[in-house]
């Protein structure tokens, strides 16, 4: 993580998702997964050898596997372009590449230009849930994803450069955060997590709306 984010920020979230008062979730297995809603948010991410950047998501709703654990698969987006430090080294290991398959040849400058990375992510997240006072729902979860990802640049097109940047990578997160209820199909989310997807590791928060499409689960207080 790059220019030191607070730490402030991840102990306000995870410290939301103490039990502070028992959800009251029934017993389920997987016959009570359903399609439940539909979330949208956005957010920022710092990542490693990538420039900080904006976040895209849409997530699903699925409902409770068992007490308190919700299933939500999740579909993520950014691009952003390569840290300039990095693009050096990748110009130096092009550069050093080169001259060992040709001894003897003239000395080689290369410059790539603008390097970007765009990151389209699909997984699933298993939170904790639970309630606290005044409706809000505080949760600690897990998740996994497949990250694909694609280089570009004007320098890089059609070239091995492209090809090497173009990769798909395994990617596990950790996050917390807190759900408002704004009415009785309606949810206003936010929340920070960490996460790896291969050789790109990232701190990131993010902000969203999810609409409902059946009533609360048990547990789940209604507003009226």
Not at 64 to 92: H, Q
Not at 107 to 133: C, E, I, K, N
Not at 148 to 160: E, K, Q, V
Not at 175 to 187: A, K, Q
Request: with cysteine; aromatic share 10%; hydrophobic share 40%.
């Amino acid at each position: 993580m790059k220019r030191g984010l607070p730490g402030t920020v991840v102990a306000c979230l995870l410290v939301s998702t103490a039990p502070a008062a028992a959800q009251g979730l029934s017993d389920y297995d997987y016959e009570d997964l359903s399609f439940r809603g539909i979330g949208l948010d956005v957010g920022y991410i710092w990542p490693n050898d990538v420039e900080d950047t904006e976040s895209f998501g849409l997530r699903v709703d699925l409902g409770y596997l068992g007490p308190g654990i919700r299933i939500l698969p999740r579909v993520g987006y950014w691009s952003s372009a390569l840290d300039p430090e990095e693009v050096a080294r990748l110009e130096s290991r092009v550069v050093e590449l080169v001259e060992e398959q040709n001894p003897g040849a003239p000395p080689l400058t290369l410059d790539l230009g603008r390097v970007t990375w765009a990151d389209v992510s699909v997984g699933t997240d298993a939170q904790f849930v639970w309630l606290v006072p005044y409706d809000i729902l505080t949760y600690a979860g897990l998740g996994v994803a497949v990250h694909f990802r694609n280089g570009s640049g004007g320098a890089i097109h059609d070239t091995f450069i492209e090809d090497l940047l173009d990769s798909t990578a395994a990617g596990a997160n950790v996050h917390g955060g807190l759900e408002v209820p704004v009415g009785t199909r309606l949810r206003i989310y936010g929340d920070a997590r960490y996460e790896l997807a291969g050789d790109v590791r990232f701190f990131g928060i993010r902000a969203g709306v999810q609409f409902l499409f059946q009533d609360p689960a048990p547990g789940e207080r209604r507003i009226s």
